[in-house]
């Protein structure tokens, strides 16, 4: 009897499944790794927050340096007659002299992140109060919206108006998503350590 596409389909995905839990219960040490170094890192960024915000702007810089170039080649070696090139060459250069001015001027460029940040969240907090009085009369608790927009209005004056009160902020809020992460991290590379155990366990019973 022929096999069905569709039972072929569901036994290529069971399939696939044991081979990516297999490879995740095998290397279950990593996990715990990254969580530890995501712990680590978070309570860095509570301890000393200025090395948290440092390694972000780094980060940045990275990026946009990395995004600069490849904008750069890819706009250099653009097809003949293409008239995108120069849009390309355009992002390339602003991004390298974004990633430049990161690596020479961190502080600089941490202040203007967060002050840009302030104002997406002012912004953000103004749109959900407009929504929530839109839909006062089509969804019930709409105050919890209007309350999330106000609140959102608070972080981005602070942000905007006290950069560096806001920097700090933001410091301890990456430290405890890190954390956070890295707790979440731990304990699925524990439980997937007890998984390995389990199954060496049954294979040793099965012999």
Same mark, same amino acid.
């Given at each position: 009897?022929?096999?069905?596409? $569709? #039972? ?10 044991? $081979?990516?839990?297999?490879?995740? =219960?095998? $290397? ?7 969580? +530890? ?6 309570? +860095? ?17 990275? %990026?946009?340096?990395?995004?600069? *170039? ?18 390309? #060459? !355009?992002?390339?250069?602003?991004? +390298? #002299?974004?990633?430049? *001015? !990161? ?5 600089? =460029? #941490? ?12 912004? =953000?907090?103004?749109?959900?109060? *407009? ?7 089509? &969804? ?17 004056? &602070?942000? *905007?108006?006290?950069?560096? =009160? ?6 301890? %809020? &990456?430290?405890? %998503? !890190? &954390? ?22 049954? $294979?040793?019973?099965?012999?």
């Amino acid at each position: 009897m022929k096999e069905s596409p $569709n #039972l072929r389909g569901a036994r290529a995905f069971h399939l696939l499944s044991e $081979n990516m839990a297999r490879t995740l =219960t095998k $290397n279950w040490w990593a996990w715990v790794l990254r969580g +530890i170094l995501a712990i680590i890192f978070g309570i +860095i960024a509570f301890v000393v927050p200025e090395s948290a915000l440092f390694s972000l702007v780094m980060l940045f810089g990275a %990026y946009s340096l990395i995004e600069g *170039v490849v904008n750069s080649v890819a706009a250099v070696n653009a097809p003949h007659g293409s008239r995108r090139w120069w849009v390309l #060459l !355009a992002e390339g250069l602003v991004s +390298i #002299l974004a990633g430049l *001015v !990161a690596f020479l001027f961190p502080g600089n =460029t #941490l202040l203007f992140f967060v002050m840009l940040i302030g104002t997406w969240a002012i912004f =953000t907090g103004v749109f959900e109060i *407009v929504a929530a009085i839109h839909l006062r009369r089509e &969804i019930d608790h709409e105050w919890l919206l209007a309350l999330s927009g106000i609140f959102s209005i608070i972080i981005g004056v &602070i942000f *905007v108006f006290l950069p560096i =009160t806001g920097a700090l902020a933001l410091a301890f %809020y &990456i430290g405890f %998503y !890190a &954390i956070i992460f890295g707790l979440l991290l731990v304990t699925l590379g524990l439980k997937l350590r007890f998984r390995q155990t389990r199954l060496t366990e049954k $294979n040793r019973s099965a012999i």
